[in-house]
T-cell receptor
Framework: EPEVTQTPSHQVTQMGQEVILRCVPI?????FYWYRQILGQKVEFLVS????????KSEIFDDQFSVERPDGSNFTLKIRSTKLEDSAMYFCAQWGIQGYTFGSGTRLTVV | GNSVTQMEGPVTLSEEAFLTINCTYTATGYPSLFWYVQYPGEGLQLLLK?????DKGSNKGFEATYRKETTSFHLEKGSVQVSDSAVYFCASNTGNQFYFGTGTSLTVIP
């Protein structure tokens, strides 16, 4: 199964700061997703992205969040003005001919 | 709607004991079903999957059978090892997104 690389693996940020989480695309994978897992809770869907557009988003994905994949490069999740409750593990996922693959995650800690 | 319900943890077993983690789902349509495992400090790893009714997914001694009549996908292993200690997530997928259970933490003691 191909690997999905996410960077950074761990980020600590101060409340109110902006963070950008990155996901390296796998060749021929067309659909991209972000999921979030608050410590001890279930993995929750945030957003799906296809053909440079958001195709679906959850209630969690409010104006604080944005995604983009400029010029076919890394798929990014931007969180503006982070809050303490944004502390979580963020997983990128991709879907293509090889199926569905999750990344190793970025642990975000907001202090 | 779509949802997944799995057995609450934590579960603690002795090495070589039999493991069952229950999982049931609700879905519109016919989902594919998955078990993911998360080792401490790591991401989600696919353990096994089944894409249609009566399929059995298996990997590393773990098995789960897609039961449409009971809408279940229970995870089983005949003899657990200490290295199986992890959090196990049941999930369903009907196209555009996954629906995860809350996870079941398993600790296997020697």
């Amino acid at each position: 199964e191909p690997e999905v690389t996410q960077t950074p693996s761990h980020q600590v940020t101060q409340m109110g700061q902006e963070v950008i989480l990155r996901c390296v695309p796998i060749s021929n994978h067309l659909y991209f997703y972000w999921y979030r897992q608050i410590l001890g809770q279930k993995v929750e869907f945030l957003v799906s992205f296809y053909n440079n557009e958001i195709s679906e988003k959850s209630e969690i994905f409010d104006d604080q969040f944005s995604v983009e994949r400029p010029d076919g490069s890394n798929f990014t999740l931007k969180i503006r003005s982070t809050k303490l409750e944004d502390s979580a593990m963020y997983f990128c996922a991709q879907w293509g001919i090889q199926g569905y693959t999750f990344g190793s995650g970025t642990r975000l800690t907001v202090v | 709607g779509n949802s997944v319900t799995q057995m609450e943890g934590p579960v603690t077993l002795s090495e070589e004991a039999f493991l069952t983690i229950n999982c049931t789902y609700t879905a519109t349509g016919y989902p594919s079903l998955f078990w993911y495992v998360q080792y401490p400090g790591e991401g989600l790893q696919l353990l096994l999957k089944a894409t249609k009714a009566d399929d059995k997914g298996s990997n590393k001694g773990f098995e789960a059978t897609y039961r449409k009549e009971t809408t279940s996908f229970h995870l089983e292993k005949g003899s657990v090892q200490v290295s199986d200690s992890a959090v196990y997530f049941c999930a369903s997928n009907t196209g555009n997104q996954f629906y995860f259970g809350t996870g079941t933490s398993l600790t296997v003691i020697p």
